[in-house]
């Protein structure tokens, strides 16, 4: 069975940073992709008012123009950003997956509307309702079309219509509920209808548009999509969240939920993060949705570089961190994955790039058997036009950003070894994180019969967890980092420090002292909002600064499937009642999803280096579902030992 598997599905060839190529026969992850990358969606990363029809790649453009706020210029690309002058706010609201129907209110400058779109028969249907209106001249709705990523077409204006041909000779219309107006000072490049917005105003692909017809089918769409998902808060959250940062990657013709589309225009069109994409994945499987977990987990894999590793960040325009690598979850994305859904194909699809990334860590970032992050030097032709590749590489700042952690108080004054381009620091985090890796790759090693490959993991495991004892302090009552240079612990705490449970490392006796010294302490850990990323006592927690005593999704999540491995019930259950206040905070609030939160207040936007809408931050959403246990349509989603999605399989 194992070999007509393979020859169903074989391994894929390294994307590299060139353009995917299609392949000339059928491939499972193919049709993945061209099941997703299907109909009238917010593809386009640019703008969330802008709908796209794939594979077509029309594009149905909103902009909005407000005589008194930059005259003459309309505000066209619409995102999820913290507000400020000039800029409008966006509330996310309810959405599917697929695009069949999205809400969101946009507040600018006295003007707030509520726009909604979506499909019937497969054709897209808009609804623009204004909620409030500035005390001057009524704006205006601008409405273009045209062809995106150089697909070949043409569109113009039919009276109140907008008409488009693709160059396969396809016609699309659009039509509107209400009458064109000449607005002749706007400088938009291509044909466009100017509509009034004050009042109602549909917009229908077809001939003729009725608001009030507009309006009963799209009532119908969103009532059809709540009755099918129910009330449960927490898996809105990441649906909405992961469906709104979902977008269609044109260089490499593929469907991609990077962090953030903030983050997506400010590296030249997306950024894929390492662990941040396999976090992705975890969340589009809680949310029901295959495709997209599986497009997300073997997209980042298969962005592997020469030397065999993920690589931290992989951009549009080409740019890899060809010098670092990330913290490794993929494998345990890949277990929790087939324990979701059952598919062996993507464990084929991915576990030789898995094998060898593996293997780099040990090659790469062993010293003395501990695990130390670092940062290589590579050839500068790499680096030409690749500005992001500049910083931090071959020094101490690369290899605090290889933990994920960037500017965290724990490498702060750790020299780094030039020789072997590591942080002189055997760190807990980075080899407990390594040891689950080893498990979770042997576990799917046995999946493939690969049994040579599970024996040299289980014995790797092996080693490491042995390891892992040796950075037990007695005194501490906790594992700390060891720095190489003094041969001393380091006793900065951070949630890192709970990973061995996520290893199995620990015994069950130092698992009761890790929680009641220090998780369940409020010098350190404990409180109100939880888990601060270093401890509160440390002298670099007042700085609110990021990775520098903020909360973050990840790491509450990695420590609490850490918990789930050992009979620690009520700290589990407080890690995911906490989470799940936490993030219903700002969601309720502001509908908004934040990069990282305010360990004393619970905020996200109470600093700038915060992103609004920030797929793992549903993370903090992901800990309660998974605690709770089977739902309505998940009851494979518990994670507790004796489930197993955590340990062998």
Not at 489 to 498: A, D, I
Not at 620 to 632: C, F, K, M, T
């Amino acid at each position: 069975m194992l070999t007509e598997t393979l020859d169903k599905y074989p391994p894929t060839k390294h994307w590299g940073t060139t353009k995917f190529k299609k392949r000339s026969s059928p491939s499972a992850y193919r049709e993945c992709h061209n099941r997703l990358a299907t109909g009238w969606n917010t593809w386009s990363t640019h703008s969330l008012l802008s709908h796209v029809l794939l594979p077509e790649a029309l594009c149905l453009n909103l902009s909005i123009k407000c005589y008194h706020v930059q005259p003459g210029r309309p505000l066209g690309d619409i995102q999820i950003c913290r507000p400020s002058e000039n800029q409008p706010v966006v509330v996310p609201g309810l959405r599917t997956k697929d695009g069949c129907y999205t809400s969101l209110l946009l507040k600018w400058s006295g003007l707030e509307l509520h726009i909604e779109s979506g499909t019937s028969d497969g054709k897209l249907l808009i609804m623009v309702t204004p909620i409030a209106m500035p005390k001057v001249k009524d704006p205006l709705l601008l409405l273009d079309a045209g062809f995106m990523w150089n697909h070949s077409g043409t569109a113009w204006r039919d009276g109140n219509r907008l008409v488009a041909r693709s160059g396969k000779g396809q016609t699309f219309a659009f039509s509107s509920s209400a009458d064109t107006v000449e607005e002749c000072n706007t400088p938009l490049r291509s044909n466009f209808l100017a509509l009034p917005i004050d009042q109602p105003l549909a917009i229908r692909e077809g001939d003729t548009a009725n608001a009030s017809e507009v309006r009963t089918i799209l009532d119908a769409c969103r009532l059809e999509m709540m009755e099918a998902r129910g009330p449960d808060e927490l898996r809105e959250i990441i649906r909405s969240c992961l469906a709104w940062d979902t977008i269609y990657d044109p260089g490499k013709d593929r469907v991609i939920s990077p962090v953030s589309r903030m983050w997506n225009v400010n590296w030249g069109g997306h950024v894929l993060f390492c662990w941040d994409t396999y976090f992705a994945a975890w969340l589009a499987a809680a949310g029901g949705n295959r495709d997209l977990a599986y497009a997300n987990a073997i997209a980042i894999t298969m962005e592997y570089t020469p030397e065999g590793f993920v690589p931290n960040f992989a951009g549009a325009n080409g740019a890899v961190s060809f010098d670092r690598s990330q913290p490794p979850v993929g494998a345990i994305t890949f277990r929790f994955l087939h324990k979701r859904f059952g598919d062996l194909w993507p464990v084929v699809e991915v576990f030789d790039v898995l094998m060898r990334w593996n293997r780099w860590w040990r090659d790469q970032r062993d010293t003395d058997g501990y695990l130390c992050w670092g940062s290589n030097s590579f050839p500068d032709e790499r680096q030409v036009g690749f500005k992001h590749n500049a910083v931090g590489v071959h020094d101490r700042f690369g290899a605090a950003l290889e933990s994920g952690l960037d500017n965290s108080p724990m490498y702060d004054d750790i020299p780094f070894d030039h020789e072997r381009s590591q942080l002189k620091l055997a760190d807990v985090g980075l080899t407990s994180l390594y040891v689950a890796d080893c498990d979770a790759l042997a576990d799917l090693a046995s999946l493939l019969g690969r049994e040579e490959e599970m024996l040299e993991l289980r014995t790797r495991a092996d080693k490491y967890r042995q390891s892992l004892q040796r950075l037990w302090c007695e005194e501490a009552g906790i594992f700390l980092n060891l720095r190489l240079d003094t041969g001393n612990f380091s006793h900065r705490l951070s949630p890192t420090c709970f990973y061995p449970l996520l290893a199995r490392a620990a015994s069950p006796e130092q698992a009761r002292r890790m929680m009641d010294e220090h998780l369940l302490n409020p010098e350190e850990f404990a409180g109100e909002w939880m888990i601060p990323s270093i401890a509160r006592n440390d002298p670099a927690y007042a700085d609110n600064n990021y990775w520098r005593g903020r909360i973050w999704a990840p790491l509450n999540f990695l420590v609490y499937l850490g918990l789930c491995q050992y009979d620690l019930p009520e700290e589990r259950n407080m890690l995911a009642e906490k989470s799940s206040k936490l993030i219903l905070k700002e969601w309720r609030e502001h509908g908004h999803v934040y990069e990282n939160y305010n360990a004393d207040t619970g905020r996200g936007g109470d600093v700038e280096n915060s992103d609004p809408f920030y797929h793992w931050g549903a993370l903090l959403a992901l800990i309660p579902l998974l605690h709770d246990g089977p739902g309505a349509d998940q009851a494979d989603l518990r994670l507790t030992p004796e489930f197993g999605l955590v340990g062998n399989l």
